[in-house]
């Protein structure tokens, strides 16, 4: 059973073996939250070149000293061997690994994600169906647009306003509970 949990991976390394389709889509995924990713494999998908000032390509075979220092390791390369290798050492060592053709080698999986700003939502099944999680994911998209970047930068401005504003912790619950009914243009009326 996995347990869901958001993870702070500033200042972490972030390791992906492989260079195929897999590869670039999780290297993508970290890139989109902020982060820079080593990629490491002798080929690399021609999509690449989209990312490669955010990404540290090292044209070589895996070797553990790659991850020696690694945080977080994806294992995508296109072997099979290679890759539970590589979920073998990573739990040997203590180290989240996502091995992509063995969900029983992984120590994580990584939901279907829609990021609206700072608002992020999650969808998983734990892996029994994909296919489901990204329909409810396309549904969610429809319901938390894009507007919602703006409204949540301005329920966390008028949150922090409420929060040195008043002491009594009753009234400041009940202030935050009743601004998440406002719209955006109510909000801004008092962030000013």
């Known amino acids: 059973m996995n347990y869901p949990i958001m993870v702070n991976l500033d200042c972490k390394e972030i390791t992906i073996i492989g260079g195929g389709k897999i590869a670039y889509r999780k290297a993508k995924n970290f890139i989109d939250f902020g982060y ?6 002798l080929d690399f998908d021609e999509r690449f070149k989209d990312i490669e000032n955010k990404t540290e390509l090292i044209r070589d075979e895996y070797k553990e000293e790659y991850i020696e220092n690694s945080f977080i390791v994806v294992a995508a390369t296109n072997n099979r061997d290679v890759n539970k290798s590589i979920g073998m050492y990573c739990a040997k060592k ?99």
């Open 94 to 192: 203590n180290k989240l690994v996502n091995v992509v053709d063995n969900p029983t080698l992984s120590s994580y999986i990584v939901p279907s994600t829609i990021k609206r700003g700072d608002l992020i939502i999650g969808v998983s099944t734990s892996g029994k169906s994909p296919s489901l999680a990204s329909k409810i994911k396309k549904d969610l998209e429809i319901v938390y647009d894009d507007s919602y970047e703006e409204y949540i930068q301005l329920l966390g401005e008028l949150r922090c306003k409420i929060l040195k504003k008043y002491d009594d912790p009753v009234k400041k619950k009940q202030l935050l509970n009743e601004i998440i009914n406002l719209n955006i243009e109510e909000l801004k009326k008092y962030i000013v």
């Open 36 to 41: 820079k990713v080593k990629v490491i494999s």
